[in-house]
């Protein structure tokens, strides 16, 4: 059976576009309930200016009341230098450092150019590993930008065989503003993961067009083994215009697990967690799962790997 690991974004993409401010004590239940459920890597803040993401000021104080067990990893989402020194000193056991593949989403989201934001990525892993950490990378708009338009796909390419360079433990493609198609999904995680191999592509989708459980599939089916959700299918990017919704973590593992994949995830524990996360927030959530409910175990040979 092939495993699909699921990376709960909730707690910072999720949360960092909604308007009613969540409190710390909310967002560690909402890590507690996604720890329950199975999920054992967990984006948990974004280190970043709280004046631009108010709802990720309390950061620290979230990375300070994290359960600490073994086998689980926290993510900071770092932007820059400062922030990745801010994740460290919180003690998360992971960083995640951002570039993006075109020049209009860079200077509006992280204030320099393209190239630049790759060069900061690279300093980020290269500061995390010397303080012991790990450190992803994910390229940012690499379907497309809002500002910009399209985006070259050899662009991609060229970044991430760059930011493999770096030593990350992966490499994603984000499709921030919700654009992307089956089609250029499965072309572009190739074309990716044989630029960068032996690491792994992580995937990670907005349902903005609805296109997302589609483009998760295409993903996985090309190769993909990693995949960002948030539960209950909330999100969105402040600085992309639209850019709404996250694919939801329990309609993705639902598609993956019907399917045959192994995500050790539980359906039931996620149900009622985005159920919750409705009422914390005091409307329903995008998600679909958590209003139609699961379904009898359907027995299906494995996908064997």
């Avoid at 450092?97 to 150019?113: E, I, K, L, P, Y």
Wanted: proline residues 5%; neutral net charge.
């Amino acid at each position: 059976m092939v495993d699909i690991e699921m990376v709960e974004v909730g707690p910072r993409d999720g949360l960092q576009n909604e308007s009613v401010l969540v409190t710390a004590s909310q967002k560690l239940e909402f890590i507690g309930r996604a720890i329950d459920a199975g999920v054992r890597r967990i984006e948990a803040a974004s280190f970043v200016n709280p004046k631009l993401v108010p709802q990720m000021a309390d950061a620290e104080a979230v990375a300070a009341g994290l359960p600490r067990r073994s086998g689980i990893i926290f993510i900071g989402l770092v932007l820059n230098k400062r922030g990745a020194l801010r994740a460290i000193e919180a003690g998360m056991e992971e960083l995640g450092a951002v570039c993006a593949a075109s020049d209009g989403f860079a200077t509006r989201n992280q204030g320099m150019t393209s190239d630049a934001s790759l060069a900061m990525c690279c300093e980020v892993v290269r500061l995390a590993r010397e303080h012991g950490r790990r450190a992803q990378i994910t390229i940012s708009t690499a379907f497309g930008c809002p500002f910009d338009g399209e985006v070259d796909p050899r662009r991609v390419v060229e970044m991430a065989r760059a930011a493999a360079a770096a030593g990350p433990v992966e490499i994603a493609v984000a499709d921030t503003i919700g654009v992307a198609t089956p089609a250029e999904v499965s072309t572009l995680v190739e074309r990716v993961s044989a630029a960068i191999k032996p690491l792994a592509v992580r995937v990670h989708f907005h349902n903005t067009r609805n296109t997302g459980l589609a483009n998760v599939w295409a993903a996985v089916q090309a190769g993909a083994k990693t995949v960002d959700a948030s539960l209950g299918g909330i999100g969105g990017c402040p600085f992309a215009p639209r850019a709404t919704g996250n694919v939801p973590t329990e309609d993705v593992a639902y598609m993956l697990q019907r399917s045959g994949y192994h995500t050790g995830l539980d359906l039931d524990r996620l149900i009622a967690s985005a159920r919750w996360l409705g009422g914390a927030m005091g409307r329903e959530v995008p998600g679909m799962l958590s209003r139609a409910g699961a379904f009898p175990k359907k027995l299906l040979e494995p996908v064997s790997g």
